[in-house]
Every structure is written in C-alpha cells, then in structure tokens.
C-alpha cells in the first residue's frame, strides 16, 4: 500500500499563498532589503516547482521551505554580484516608530543570529523546531538565541534608546 504524499492533492498556487509570508519574511531576515528577498523568495518557489518534492507530513514541508530559504540566502551572499553591489536603501513602511528602530538595529545583527531571532519570535517556533530547520542542535539555537538578545541589547544601549 503506498502512502498518499500531501503534494498530490494540493495545487502550487496554494502551495506558494501558504508558504509565501514565511519565505519572503525570512529572506527579508536575512539579507536586509527588499530586492534581495524578492531574489531569494522567487529562488526558493522555482526550485519548489522544478523539484516537485514530495512530503507525507506538513511539518516536513514547512521545514523544507525554511532550509531552502536559508540556503538561498547562503548562496546569494557567496556570489560574486552580491559582493560587487552597492546597497540601496529601502523605503519600508512600519506600523510605528518602534517597529521601524527594531528593524534597523536587528539589521546590525550577524545574518545567523537575526534568522534565529525571526523564527523564535515572528514565527513562533521552538527551539527544537529551529534546530531541526536549521540543522543545528538545541543547545546552539539556544546559545546564538542568547548571544542573539545580548547583542541586540548592546546594540541599542549603543544607540542609546534604553
């Protein structure tokens, strides 16, 4: 008897509506401006469509898009254009001024410790989750969280918004 994957039954219009929020907010996370994440984002969906891959559970397929999204983010950095391109800023509509200054310091974070801070508090995933995406044990989510906090608290005393 074969098992019924979940990619059968569902179309990828859905697929991407889903997942859409999730991927573009991590690649934004992580490479810091509009133009990037849109690259990362477009990236992660074609290689959903060409690979057709098949998971059994959605929790599977909502780690795989995680892992590819981070992957594409890793890739992008290596690259030889994203070392030669000049930074351009965005004009990024926020919901208040806090919301605006936390953007920008979490931007002064290393790209490994703002991934981990966006799954842990805008995706609302634990630390075991984190570690299972990201391939990495609880204990080291669990320090670069710390570190993550101490840096980020650092930064803005350094800034003196505190």
């Excluded at 996370?29 to 990037?36: E, W």
């Excluded at 690259?39 to 469509?49: D, G, N, T, Y």
């Excluded at 984190?130 to 906090?149: H, M, P």
Aim: with cysteine.
């Amino acid at each position: 008897m074969e098992k019924q994957s979940l990619c059968a039954d569902d179309c990828e219009e859905k697929i991407i509506k889903q997942y859409s929020e999730l991927v573009y907010r991590l690649a934004f996370a992580r490479m810091g401006t509009r133009h990037d994440a849109d690259e990362i984002f477009q990236e992660v969906f074609l290689r959903f469509i060409r690979k057709k891959p098949v998971f059994h559970e959605e929790e599977h397929r909502k780690a795989w898009f995680i892992r590819v999204t981070i992957n594409c983010s890793k890739s992008f950095w290596r690259s030889s254009w994203f070392k030669n391109v000049q930074p351009i800023d965005d004009d990024i509509a926020f919901e208040t001024k806090e919301a605006m200054d936390l953007y920008y310091e979490l931007q002064k974070l290393p790209p490994k410790y703002r991934g981990v801070i966006y799954l842990f508090y805008y995706e609302d995933m634990s630390i075991e989750e984190i570690g299972k995406a990201l391939n990495r044990k609880n204990s080291t989510v669990r320090t670069q969280l710390t570190r993550a906090r101490a840096a980020l608290k650092a930064v803005i005393k350094e800034d003196d918004y505190v």
